[in-house]
């Protein structure tokens, strides 16, 4: 060792400046792509401004917001990429717009083709992608929304149960909704979307590789033994393999003609039908593409459900005359003792709820940003081109602040028929994206959220515990209240209603 570094000695005054060159070399990169735009004059080496990212998004995120405020968007540097933050929506419109390969590609996390693998649907673009959706479409027909209300019902009572039990086990203590209310998504969209081909087994696993995923994806993207990104990449391999599994089920299942009870097999039936129909030989995805579009479905439906599940408890708390609106529709429409399941027709009825639903949405965006990276040069305005590579974050969030009347008070009235805001200002409502990617499950968010708010302050009387800090915005990987939603709960219906699919 000693002798190897009497060997370097001589070298030593080259390698500095061939290192100094070389972080002189970044700057002047950095400082070429930034020109003009508001962010940062210096950055670290390689690691930029990732740190304080990594430390504390929320204020790393509103920072680039102020900068953006005079322009509309605003520069950074993150792990030796070049960023820009889009605060004006029509020049998110655009980037949502060009998904295509000569300008942008939808990337949905700034690492996210590493950890999520190849055969993605945020990552198509063009006729096939086209194709694709026309194929999953069947998955969100009223028939097929309908069978899933029922599942998410039945799942949701049961964890308002055990959450009430809890409650009056923790002695008085709040107990914090937000890891109960993921554990209660992740079982409803492992029933609804894979149902009956998912044994106990295979959830528990399903579940530890899940929160594996999860902590990955807030993590530095070192993909390396023991770093949470490279677990958290692994974890994504098994979870798309037992999805494969899944679809190879569903499709011979249809095969044989059973009925379809969750979404693989309402697709599966559609494949089969089109099979037997064509009389010549159709393109259509493999079991794996399949399992891997199945995980952008669970992690599309996954963490942004449960961002607006704690909100919408959050706000209902914080806004007791919303509150008891909702409670004064829902009961005149659905009773928990009748026991029966609220219907798709109830469903309708609830139009005050739905704003409700709709407000949540907009006033608390779940994925606040959609990353996309430049695959060319790509003119952003008269005066400033975006650098080819760059990780261009359009800001859902900020949108839905602009145009509103009123746009930082929560109030469901403005989805009113007399007042129609989401038509008025239909290009801020951009909480579900815009574009080819749209998403597709849109109605199926809503329907989850309207039925949880309905259900929820229906069975149970709660009470939020407020700390100064409580509502803050926490970055886990969707927004959530950085107490994680903290209640105490009770039941409020003379007893359970017993629901059932008979």
């Known amino acids: 060792m000693i002798s190897f570094l009497s060997f370097l000695a001589p070298f030593t005054p080259f390698l500095a400046t061939l290192l100094l060159l070389i972080l002189l070399f970044e700057q002047i990169s950095y400082l070429r792509k930034k020109r003009n735009v508001p962010g940062p004059n210096m950055v670290l080496p390689f690691f930029g401004n990732s740190i304080s990212l990594v430390r504390e998004p929320t204020k790393f995120w509103e920072i680039q917001a102020d900068l953006a405020s005079s322009l509309g968007f605003s520069v950074n540097y993150i792990i030796g990429r070049f960023i820009l933050f889009i605060r004006n929506t029509e020049l998110s419109h655009l980037i949502f717009a060009n998904v295509r390969p000569d300008a942008f590609l939808l990337v949905g996390h700034p690492f996210g ?22 194929q999953i479409a069947p998955n969100f027909t009223p028939r097929a929304l309908s069978t899933y209300t029922a599942l998410q019902q039945i799942i949701i009572l049961q964890h308002l149960k055990s959450w009430e039990r809890l409650s009056s086990e923790s002695r008085g203590k709040p107990i914090p909704l937000r890891l109960l209310a993921r554990d209660m998504n992740l079982e409803t969209s492992q029933t609804v979307f894979v149902g009956r081909y998912l044994s106990n087994e295979a959830r528990a696993q399903f579940k530890d590789d899940y929160n594996l995923f999860n902590t990955g994806l807030m993590k530095l993207p070192f993909d390396l033994p023991g770093f949470a990104f490279r677990n958290a990449r692994l974890a994504v391999e098994r979870l798309t393999e037992t999805l494969t599994d899944c679809a190879a089920q ?7 003609g059973d009925e379809p009870s969750c979404l693989i097999d309402f697709w599966m039936q559609e494949t089969v039908r089109e099979i037997a129909e064509s009389k010549t030989a159709l393109h259509h995805p493999s079991d794996y593409e399949i399992g891997s579009y199945l995980f952008d479905f669970l992690f599309a439906a996954q963490d942004a459900s449960t961002s607006s599940l704690l909100w919408a408890v959050s706000v209902l708390d914080s806004h007791p005359d919303v509150l008891q609106k909702v409670r004064e529709e829902v009961s005149g429409i659905w009773s928990p003792e009748s026991d029966a399941l609220i219907s798709a027709e109830q469903l309708r009825e609830m139009k005050y709820t739905q704003a409700v639903a709709r407000e949540v949405i907009r006033y608390r965006p779940p994925a606040t940003l959609v990353p996309h990276i430049a695959m060319k040069d790509f003119p952003l305005t008269e005066s400033y081109t975006i650098p080819k590579g760059t990780i261009v974050f359009p800001s859902v969030y900020e949108s839905s602040f602009q145009g509103f009347t009123e746009a930082d008070r929560f109030d469901p009235d403005r989805f009113s028929e007399d007042r129609q805001e989401e038509v008025i200002f239909k290009r801020n409502y951009l909480a579900f994206g815009a574009g080819p990617h749209q998403c597709v499950g849109q109605r199926y968010a809503l329907n989850h959220l309207v039925l949880f708010i309905a259900m929820f302050v229906t069975v149970l009387d709660f009470k939020r515990h407020r700390a100064d800090d409580c509502d803050e915005i926490m970055y886990c ?16 219906c003379p007893r359970y209603p017993n629901l059932s699919l008979n």
């Open 113 to 134: 083709k590493k950890l999520f693998g190849e055969h993605n649907l945020i990552y198509m673009f063009g006729q096939d992608h086209k194709d694709l959706r026309r």
């Open 250 to 256: 569903s499709k011979k299942r249809m095969f044989q």
């Open 477 to 492: 990987p969707t927004i959530c209240p950085k107490d994680g939603c903290s209640v105490s709960l009770s039941r409020r």
